[in-house]
């Protein structure tokens, strides 16, 4: 079975430039996660899904942040403009909304903002 | 355990030995807990999970032990091998409550041939 797919994995670009990541999420996973993770922070939850609506986004740390799930098998979280200080790499999860099922990590995006 | 600060606790062992992972946790409303395992330039990757209602879960040379009462979880990896070298977290999620895990900042696990 394919996991949870990101893309791009790598990203390189000059601040004021808008960055998009995306998301594949378990086909059948009806749970959406996207976390950011630095060393000084360590994993931090942006924003979730449920059903392709997004629930809770208090994580998103500024308007230049906004996240999407048109369907149940593609989400993007966007940034624009993008910062130096959003340099770190992003990860997408997916799970199946029941109880004692754990979330299930796509590889990320190495995102460098210069 | 879990980190303090910027770094990162680190375990070395040798191959062949056991490691033991120790993660505290702070809800005492968590009734589930997972293990991951994150290794260089990749997501973390779900090892084994454990319910409140058990104190012990085995799975293919990992062992995870539950003590409820001082809010501890840990992770035993028998015959640690190179390849285990990652970091290990631990997350927390009450299943009645927010629902969303809460991740531990990692412990740092380093295999030496």
């Known amino acids: 079975d394919a996991g949870v797919i990101q893309s791009p994995r790598h990203e390189v670009t000059e601040m004021g430039q808008e960055v998009t990541l995306r998301c594949k999420p378990i086909s059948g996973h009806n749970s959406l996660f996207w976390y950011r993770q630095t060393m000084m922070r360590g994993l931090e939850l942006l924003i979730y899904f449920n059903n392709n609506v997004p629930i809770d986004d208090s994580g998103m740390p500024e308007d230049r942040f906004s996240a999407k799930m048109p369907n149940a098998s593609f989400s993007t979280l966007k940034i624009q403009p993008s910062e130096p200080r959003d340099s770190a790499v992003y990860f997408c999860?997916?799970?199946?909304?029941?109880?004692?099922?754990?979330?299930?990590f796509g590889d990320g995006t190495r995102l460098s903002i210069l | 355990g879990e980190s303090v600060g910027l770094h990162l606790p680190t375990l070395s062992v040798q191959e062949g030995d056991n490691s033991i992972i120790n993660c505290a946790y702070s809800n005492s409303a968590s009734d589930y807990f997972i293990w991951y395992k994150q290794e260089s330039g990749k997501g973390p990757q779900f090892i084994i999970d454990i319910r409140s209602n058990m104190d012990k879960r085995q799975g293919q040379r990992v062992t995870v032990l539950l003590n409820k009462t001082v809010k501890h979880l840990s992770l035993q990896i028998a015959a640690t091998q190179p390849g285990d070298s990652a970091v290990y977290f631990c997350a927390e999620r009450d299943t009645g409550g927010s629902y969303i895990p809460t991740f531990g900042r990692g412990t740092s696990l380093i295999v030496h041939p």
């Open positions: 999860a997916s799970t199946q909304r029941r109880e004692n099922q754990p979330q299930h």
